[in-house]
């Protein structure tokens, strides 16, 4: 038998983990998934930028513990905090998308 025969992709694995799309098990996921991958583009910017979580802080008119928060998705994120973060800290546009 060939090894590709026994590599499961991400999506079946996700599924075999976390239940099908629209399952609570799955919905829950996803969630943790998205505040995950914010703390993490957050960091790569910072990172990016040549900053520190001080520096940024210190820009954004934050907190280091506030952006370390964040970059370790341990501390969900105002809108209006998240913007300033992005423009007065790392010189950049916040853009949102919605999709179904």
């Known amino acids: 038998m060939p090894a590709n025969d026994k590599l499961?992709?991400?999506?079946?694995?996700i599924e075999?983990?976390?239940g099908p799309l629209g399952s609570q098990s799955r919905e829950a996921f996803e969630a943790g998934y998205e505040g995950f991958?914010?703390?993490a583009l957050l960091q790569q910017a910072r990172?990016?930028?040549g900053l520190t979580q001080q520096q940024l802080a210190d820009l954004a008119g934050?907190?280091?513990s506030y952006i370390s928060k964040l970059e370790k998705d341990l501390k969900d994120v105002r809108l209006s905090t998240l913007q300033r973060i992005i423009s007065e800290g790392l010189g950049g546009h916040l853009e949102l998308?919605?999709?179904f």
């Open 97 to 99: 998308s919605i999709k």
């Open 8 to 13: 499961t992709s991400l999506s079946q694995f």
């Open 47 to 49: 990172h990016a930028k």
């Open 62 to 64: 934050t907190d280091k």
């Open 37 to 39: 991958k914010l703390g």
């Open 16 to 18: 075999q983990e976390h």
